[in-house]
Every structure is written in C-alpha cells, then in structure tokens.
C-alpha cells in the first residue's frame, strides 16, 4: 500500500476537521509536514473523484464534497487508482523454480487480501476517523 493512501485520508481528515471554511493546499501540506505541490497532486485525484471541491478567491482552497459519513475508504483508494498490493519492477528468472511462479501464486494471495481489505475499507467511513481525531484531540464536533 502506498503512502499516497495514508496522506490522501490525512487530507480527507484536516478537511473533515475544518468544516466552516476552505482549506488552504499549503495549510494542509503543514498539517502532513510535506510539500504542497505533493498535496495538490492528490488532491487533483480527489477532486476528480467528486471527494472534494474548491472555491476560488482570497479565502479559497478545499472542501468535501460530501459528508463524512458518505465518504468511504475505499472510495479514498480508488480516487488514486493504486492497486493494495504491487508485484516487483524486475522480472523473475524463469529458470528458476520459484521465479516461474511466484506471480501466479502470489496474484491468488494478493487477489484474496485485495477483497477482504477492500470490504474492510468499504466498511470504514471518513467519519470514524474525524470523531476519533476529535475525541483524542479534546475538539468538540463541528
């Protein structure tokens, strides 16, 4: 799983958090303590998936476009278009016993993990984790 995942939920949560007003790329990126050219990549994955919207102006920047309750995991995952699990770059040798197969067996293993993580992501909503960062952060809901 990719660490564009986690920082798109990070994303997804400072905007759940912050409700009242547009969030700010750069307000964000200080938030994941990254770059805000890498924040806006993902947050053009975002917005194409209809999780997000933006407002124009001096006080512009980012909002869900939906609920938090609406929002689902695996919905944030398919907005990047990531598979959960990647096979090597480099091509097994062939002579080998174990290089001659491996990707078979390991498309079964990773096909079964890809089904039950996504059921699981499916399950888990935005809102879970905003309630949770609130409930740990002492913040009233908004």
Excluded: W
Aim: with cysteine.
């Amino acid at each position: 799983m990719s660490s564009r995942f986690a920082v798109a939920i990070h994303i997804l949560t400072v905007l759940g958090l912050c409700t009242d007003k547009p969030v700010s790329s750069e307000l964000i990126a200080s938030s994941v303590n990254t770059n805000a050219v890498h924040i806006r990549r993902i947050l053009s994955n975002l917005k194409q998936a209809g999780l997000i919207r933006t407002t124009r102006g001096s006080q512009g920047g980012y909002l869900l476009a939906r609920s938090t309750g609406e929002i689902s995991l695996r919905q944030v995952h398919c907005a990047l278009g990531e598979n959960l699990f990647h096979f090597p770059r480099s091509t097994p040798n062939k002579e080998c016993p174990a290089g001659a197969n491996i990707r078979s067996s390991l498309e079964t293993v990773f096909g079964g993990a890809t089904e039950a993580a996504h059921a699981h992501l499916d399950q888990t909503r935005l809102a879970h984790l905003v309630d949770e960062i609130r409930e740990r952060s002492g913040q009233k809901g908004a």
